[in-house]
């Protein structure tokens, strides 16, 4: 029986931005498509209503900042705080996904591009959210093998 194609949209929530990434369950390609620059609430919530709109993803898969030790803290609770937010203004399913050292690997990608520390600042929280959702495309393909 074969699986459906889903399109995923990742978020990095951040107090003031959000990056964000899509990517396919046919591919598992990821790319980094922008950072809103608005704070967690309203505002936020009606932007990625545009985004959706725009991207039409099938699921959307939010970082989820556990601690080192695999607990859950005030970031975690407010990120699923947002989940619940979301989930009102969309049918979408939402997945909350383990984010640790995402933010460092985005760094890492960059640390030999060449770019400036602000051209670098601007990528940030897009590639975070790309490696949220690699990291969310290989869960899921090791969990189905």
Do not use: C, W, Y
Not at 43 to 65: H, M
Not at 80 to 94: D, G, M, N, V
């Amino acid at each position: 029986m074969k699986k459906k194609i889903a399109r995923f949209l990742a978020l990095d929530l951040g107090d003031r931005r959000t990056g964000l990434a899509m990517g396919d369950s046919l591919t598992n390609i990821v790319s980094p498509i922008g950072t809103i620059h608005v704070a967690k609430g309203l505002a936020l919530l009606e932007a990625l209503k545009r985004v959706l709109e725009e991207n039409e993803p099938d699921e959307i898969v939010i970082g989820l900042p556990l601690n080192m030790d695999a607990t859950e803290g005030a970031a975690s609770k407010a990120v699923r705080e947002f989940a619940l937010q979301l989930s009102q203004i969309t049918t979408k399913p939402i997945h909350v996904h383990d984010e640790r050292l995402t933010t460092f690997e985005a760094d890492s990608r960059m640390a030999q591009s060449g770019r400036t520390h602000a051209e670098k600042k601007a990528l940030r929280d897009s590639l975070a959210a790309a490696a949220i959702l690699e990291d969310f495309l290989r869960a899921r393909l090791e969990q189905d093998s």
